[in-house]
């Protein structure tokens, strides 16, 4: 069975740039969620699907942050205009339901100049 | 405010000896508990895992402690060994597809 997958790996951006990432969750999984991990903290949620539905999305930055997973499978996170303080890995991470086990991705670090 | 806290950001212990990893909660609606490990430069993975109708729950060398009216769960690792050091996540999640919250993390060294 296939993991999480994610694209870039890596992403390096002078401030005010745009980037996108993508995710490919495991094959079945109903939850999909974008964590950002800033070096040495733990993941912080950013949004979560339940298939196309965002659940919740109150921490993403909206003015700059967007996320979308418009057939309830891959989803994609935009950065419109990166910041220096959004350098960070961004993980995404699935799941079958509530309450189980969450499969991340490797990630995609990020580095604003 | 943070759901989940992980309030020592470092713990060193010996070969052979017990780490006790602790994290303190906030929501009375988290019905699910877990520790996650991870290396440098990879993503975390579940270690262990316990629902909230159990106190306590063991595998190997690992022991999860759920202290419900305290909001409180540990991870306890006996005999531990040098490769255990990593960061260890702790995370928690309510009923209803909650928020899956996690704590800052808890970097492990085990000196030989």
């Known amino acids: 069975e296939a993991g999480v997958t994610q694209s870039p790996r890596y992403a390096v951006l002078q401030e005010g740039q745009a980037v996108s990432f993508w995710c490919d969750p495991i094959s079945g999984h109903d939850t999909l969620y974008w964590y950002q991990q800033p070096r040495d903290q733990g993941p912080q949620l950013l949004v979560y699907?339940?298939?196309?539905?965002?659940?919740?999305n109150s921490q993403l930055p909206s003015d700059r942050f967007s996320a979308v997973r418009p057939k309830g499978t891959n989803s994609t996170l935009k950065i419109q205009s990166a910041k220096q303080g959004d350098t960070a890995t961004y993980l995404c991470?699935?799941?079958?339901?509530?309450?189980?086990?969450?499969?991340f991705g490797a990630g995609t670090r990020l580095s604003v100049l | 405010g943070q759901q989940v806290k992980q309030s020592s950001p470092s713990l060193t212990v010996q070969e052979g000896g017990i780490s006790i990893l602790n994290c303190d909660y906030e929501?009375?609606?988290?019905?699910?508990f877990a520790w996650y490990k991870k290396y440098p430069d990879n993503s975390p993975t579940l270690l262990i895992s316990v629902r909230s109708n159990v106190d306590k729950r063991e595998d190997g060398r690992l022991t999860v402690f759920l202290n419900k009216s305290g909001k409180h769960f540990s991870l306890h690792i006996t005999a531990s060994q040098p490769e255990d050091t990593a960061v260890y996540l702790c995370a928690a999640e309510g009923t209803g597809y909650q928020n899956f919250y996690f704590g800052k993390g808890t970097s492990l060294t085990v000196i030989p």
């Open positions: 929501n009375d609606m988290f019905d699910y």
């Open positions: 991470a699935s799941s079958l339901g509530g309450g189980n086990t969450l499969y």
């Open positions: 699907f339940r298939d196309e539905a965002v659940i919740d």
